[in-house]
């Protein structure tokens, strides 16, 4: 059974920081490319930050420069350091991993995490 499982929202001031961690289990990890996703309430579902197999990093233009997205696949997680963060930036954060094969692909989702900037 594969689960994902996030953890670290909550609410935070504007300008704060926070972690979110997903952890995996059910997969062979380190062969999954990971991402963050997001969803305000009202607005469709938006990429965050990607990483990967071999680590490379994407992300998007209104945390760029803010947020690190990060693997350790020794312990089947992914991370989401966000900093300065603003009111816009709250949202239901999802994890997102991905197996794209010649024959397809398989993703998995967590179940979210909120985040609430809001002094």
């Known amino acids: 059974q594969v689960q994902l499982v996030e953890s670290g929202g909550g609410l935070v001031q504007p300008g704060g920081s926070l972690r979110l961690s997903c952890e995996t289990s059910g997969i062979i990890f380190s062969i999954y490319a990971c991402a963050w996703y997001r969803q305000a309430p009202g607005k469709q579902r938006e990429l965050v930050a990607t990483?990967?197999?071999?680590?490379?990093?994407n992300y998007a233009d209104s945390v760029k420069g803010r947020s690190t997205i990060s693997r350790d696949n020794a312990k089947n997680t992914m991370y989401l350091q966000m900093n300065s963060l603003k009111p816009e930036d709250t949202a239901v954060y999802y994890c997102?991993?991905?197996?794209?094969?010649?024959?397809?692909?398989?993703?998995?989702w967590g179940q979210g995490t909120q985040v609430t900037v809001s002094s």
């Open positions: 990483i990967s197999v071999g680590g490379s990093t």
């Open positions: 997102n991993v991905v197996r794209r094969t010649p024959g397809g692909s398989t993703t998995y």
